[in-house]
């Protein structure tokens, strides 16, 4: 390839032509890949043969975004700023693509797309093609940390990217559609926790064009003074780049990333020295065009330009509409794509691409869209530093969450020079009593302090707002770009970003098979104040462990029963790539089952039958179980264990075995789940033929479904949540509004076993216990001393 020209040394006249001749270039391969199966460089009239078989109706042409992409791509060459792009507007694929293609990015990741008029016939070609290029920027998409689906998340992602990045530019188109979003509202935020002293800068791009797909958008009928407003309140500086003339906006671009480039420069000069004082007024842009600008202004008699029509296809159907046909081609031919190739070799016009940077400074491959190949694996404690004596099983008590603070305040300090580690939180690190890592950090703060405040600071790695979407969206950048982190929220708030973590895990199954991407670190949950512990917070509802055991084939869901086992977990899920570890733990005080050693052992094999709990004799000639109870979460475990006892007591002759699942997928069949158990290994657990009482976190349907392709699933009998307990109440009231009371397992089980010499006195037995139980709490407003679970 012919080297770039040169650039600064070129007077800005020339570069602001080369830029607009670049523009209609981008331009053109964006429309053409919506429309086009042959005759790219239209060198004969446009037929109706040359039109694609299936014109995609949800697409349209993004000329906002190819000027930002020409425009940063000037600003890099003139500044070698590192600049990372993530685009908001889910139409945007051809647009970046485009200009992918032109950089010489497309043609180096796959060979098919070189820099030749041969590589812009199969961009134009396979665009959302079947076996070709997805019509959603995803992870085969060079440059990009983004799924191009779901609205409202790339401002988090693009702050999350920032974070502890020093010399990274994050640059954020948003679309006027997708700012009226919740999560991208809240998202605007994000600069009061951006450090510019030891983080890079986040250049929000506001594009607001003035139509969403069949109406006005809000911000597109705000007046100037409204959007300054909005925008200087929320601690921004704002400049405007309006028009719709193109050399005038070129003009006006250049000169606008040049002052928002020289601001960011000033506040990071300023912080470094030490002088930051508050929150900066970081800049940002809002960039004011005609929606569909460059389309065809009328189509039979219906305006397109400047209105909703154009957020589709400017032309709807060109193959069986004769003017619409001419349309088409009058619209293409305006973008001069006899420009492109020369005409002997085929090659691309050098000029056209003067314009882009070389290297690892063109926008594709900044280093940090492909974070894998930049991550430095986390120095952890050893775990046995860190665990609960237990004498005997049942012999200790201890909350999970203090004991897991203490592990990860340290993993703080260990990495304090790798900066590469964050917890996010909506509100409630204290009140998961993980209080040990403000030992070592702070929350992350650079708003106005008062004397009363506790633990806020510009350095600190603990990021609490009070909007889920945006604590995920913050994590997923700060992983994409290669780091790790924990998100901690309370299992009543989670399924907000149920459709987040769908997203998120469409992305690592589809990097998992793009050759380039490196393995990332995990998303890793940790869900306190659950469904059986909510602690006032709301009415909890245990659909998140659904979402995730959904996305199995990157998905883990971890139930450790007490704090070592939490510890044994949270160590193995922050070794781990490319996944989703979802871990629920309680901040109450619970009994401990396991040492440290144990626990690790039991957390590896993810199901484990705990003897000691159950009462099977190692001279029994009879060595299969005549009742298995299994059980997954904390809350389950001390019942099952209880019940375990009753039954001990009461039926010594029972042959009994009590069964802890920690890694709730490992259930399934391995050519379902690969880490799935064995087939002889599952037997080994739960035998061929005894039945089984499950007490379960979350809904009995996920159990059944986990075990649909096992052998005998109907003689697993699921205890677990009903959505019963919403009302005031006590802990245990709750299991036994939701049939998974000790005693109820125990009745569950005689209902299913052999009959009992003791079997009809034990049912008794228990029956008289939650009568005296209801009338207890209704007298005392708290559970009954053997009761309860802390």
Not at 48 to 69: C, E, F, M, S
Not at 559 to 583: E, G, H, K, Q, T
Not at 671 to 694: C, W
Request: glycine residues 8%.
């Amino acid at each position: 390839m012919t080297p770039a020209l040169t650039t600064t040394a070129v007077p800005q006249a020339t570069r602001l032509a080369r830029l607009h001749r670049y523009w209609l270039a981008t331009n053109y391969l964006g429309a053409a890949q919506l429309y086009l199966r042959d005759n790219f460089l239209l060198e004969r009239p446009l037929q109706a043969a040359d039109i694609k078989p299936r014109l995609l109706g949800h697409w349209g042409t993004q000329p906002g975004l190819n000027l930002v992409y020409a425009h940063l791509n000037r600003l890099v060459q003139d500044t070698d700023a590192g600049v990372l792009l993530v685009t908001g507007p889910g139409h945007g694929a051809p647009a970046i693509l485009a200009n992918l293609f032109l950089e010489g990015t497309l043609g180096e990741v796959d060979p098919q797309y070189p820099l030749h008029r041969t590589g812009l016939e199969q961009l134009i070609r396979q665009f959302s093609w079947p076996g070709g290029l997805p019509g959603h920027l995803g992870p085969g998409t060079p440059g990009q940390i983004q799924e191009g689906g779901e609205l409202g998340y790339c401002l988090a992602h693009a702050y999350g990217a920032a974070l502890d990045n020093p010399d990274l530019l994050v640059a954020c188109v948003v679309g006027d559609g997708e700012a009226e979003t919740g999560p991208l509202a809240a998202a605007w935020h994000s600069n009061k926790y951006l450090n510019p002293a030891t983080s890079g800068a986040v250049l929000p791009i506001l594009h607001v064009n003035g139509y969403k797909l069949s109406g006005p958008s809000i911000f597109g009928r705000m007046s100037d003074e409204e959007l300054r407003h909005l925008f200087t309140g929320y601690g921004y500086q704002v400049r405007f780049v309006s028009g719709s003339e193109p050399h005038q906006v070129h003009a006006a671009m250049w000169q606008a990333l040049d002052w928002a480039h020289a601001e960011i420069c000033g506040i990071q000069e300023h912080a470094r020295l030490g002088l930051l004082d508050g929150v900066p007024a970081w800049p940002m842009l809002i960039l004011q065009t005609p929606k569909g600008w460059t389309c065809p202004l009328t189509v039979d008699g219906q305006a397109v330009e400047n209105t909703s029509h154009a957020h589709q296809l400017p032309v709807a159907d060109p193959a069986t509409q004769p003017r619409q046909l001419a349309a088409l081609e009058t619209w293409l031919r305006s973008y001069r794509p006899q420009d492109l190739c020369r005409p002997l070799t085929g090659a691309l016009c050098e000029e056209l691409l003067s314009g882009c940077p070389t290297g690892e400074h063109r926008l594709g491959l900044n280093p940090h869209a492909n974070g894998g190949q930049l991550l430095v694996p986390l120095k952890l404690p050893n775990l046995c530093d860190y665990g609960v004596m237990v004498p005997s099983p049942g012999g200790a008590t201890a909350a999970a969450t203090h004991k897991l603070a203490s592990f990860l305040r340290d993993v703080f300090r260990r990495n304090e020079d790798a900066r590469n580690f964050r917890v996010v939180c909506p509100d409630e690190t204290a009140s998961n009593r993980m209080a040990p890592l403000f030992e070592v950090t702070q929350r992350a703060w650079l708003g106005s302090l008062h004397e009363t405040d506790e633990c806020l600071g510009p350095e600190g790695r603990v990021m609490e707002v009070l909007s889920e979407h945006t604590c995920q969206g913050w994590l997923e950048g700060y992983l994409l770009t290669g780091r790790h982190g924990v998100f901690c929220c309370s299992e009543a708030f989670i399924s907000l970003v149920d459709t987040m973590l769908s997203q998120y895990a469409n992305w690592l199954k589809a990097s998992q098979e793009v050759p380039w991407r490196q393995p990332l670190a995990s998303l890793n949950y940790l869900l306190t104040s659950h469904v059986w512990r909510p602690d006032h917070n709301g009415h909890p509802v245990p659909s998140f462990l659904n979402a995730v055991a959904a996305v199995k084939s990157v998905a883990r869901v971890y139930l450790p029963p007490d704090a070592n086992s939490l510890l044994a977990v949270l160590d193995c899920c922050l070794r781990s790539r490319d996944a989703i570890n979802l871990i629920v733990a309680s901040q109450a005080p619970q009994p401990q089952w396991l040492g440290i050693e144990a626990a690790r052992d039991h957390c590896k094999r993810g199901i484990s039958a705990w003897h000691w709990a159950g009462h099977e004799s190692s001279s029994d000639s009879h060595p299969h179980p005549d009742l298995v109870l299994a059980c997954a979460g904390e809350v389950p475990t001390t019942e099952t264990i209880a019940a375990a006892a009753l039954l001990r007591q009461h039926l010594p002759t029972l042959r009994l075995r009590v069964v802890n699942v920690v890694d709730l997928l490992a259930l399934m069949a391995p050519d379902a789940h690969p880490p799935g158990l064995p087939e002889a290994a599952f037997l080994g657990l739960f035998s061929a033929d005894a039945p089984v009482i499950f007490a379960f976190h979350g809904y009995p349907a996920l159990i059944h479904e986990l075990l649909h392709h096992r052998p005998g699933p109907a003689r697993f009998h699921v205890r677990g949540y009903l959505g019963e307990g919403h009302t005031t109440t006590t802990p245990f009231d709750t299991l036994v509004l939701n049939n998974m009371s000790r005693y109820q397992l125990v009745m569950a089980a005689l209902d299913r076993i052999t009959p009992q010499p003791n079997g009809p006195a034990l049912a008794q037995f228990c029956q008289q216990k939650l009568t005296e139980h209801a009338a207890y709490i209704r007298e005392h407003g708290v559970d009954m001393p053997e009761m309860r679970c802390e």
